[in-house]
């Protein structure tokens, strides 16, 4: 019915970016490197996953060489409240992934708590 899907929660968007070279690249599994990202993505932010509506991960790797240095800057639009980004760089593209993705996490973390400790200080007043 019409109320029902009203409350209804819409699953987190995923957007991966750049990898200028590499979207294609392939594991030894034949897994591409952006389904492997955006599987980690998903992975890393699975505790958060009913609160965020929008993640995006660009990714820029230096000569499109997989093996090169490599930054990523994570997006995260909330489904209430401000855009939070976290970035990295690390020597190939998934450890770049992986770092800006724990940065992200503590981001959120600290958010949440801070959220929760607005809520019951109004709460208490």
Same mark, same amino acid.
């Given at each position: ?32 490197? @952006? ?8 992975? !890393?932010? #699975? &505790?958060?996953?009913? +609160?965020? $509506?929008? %993640? ?29 980004? @976290? ?8 450890? !770049?992934? #992986? &770092?800006?993705?724990? +940065?992200? $996490?503590? %981001? ?18």
């Amino acid at each position: 019915d019409a109320a029902g899907a009203a409350t209804e929660e819409v699953p987190m968007q995923m957007r991966l970016s750049g990898l200028r070279g590499l979207r294609d690249l392939r594991d030894e599994d034949g897994r591409p490197l @952006a389904e492997r990202l955006e599987a980690l993505a998903a992975g !890393a932010l #699975r &505790r958060f996953s009913d +609160r965020l $509506r929008d %993640v995006a991960l660009h990714v820029e790797s230096d000569h499109g060489d997989p093996s090169a240095p490599a930054a990523c800057r994570v997006a995260v639009r909330r489904r209430h409240g401000p855009l939070l980004t @976290a970035a990295a760089r690390g020597h190939d593209p998934e450890s !770049a992934v #992986r &770092r800006a993705l724990e +940065r992200m $996490r503590r %981001v959120l973390a600290r958010d949440a708590e801070r959220r929760l400790t607005f809520r019951t200080r109004r709460a208490a007043a």
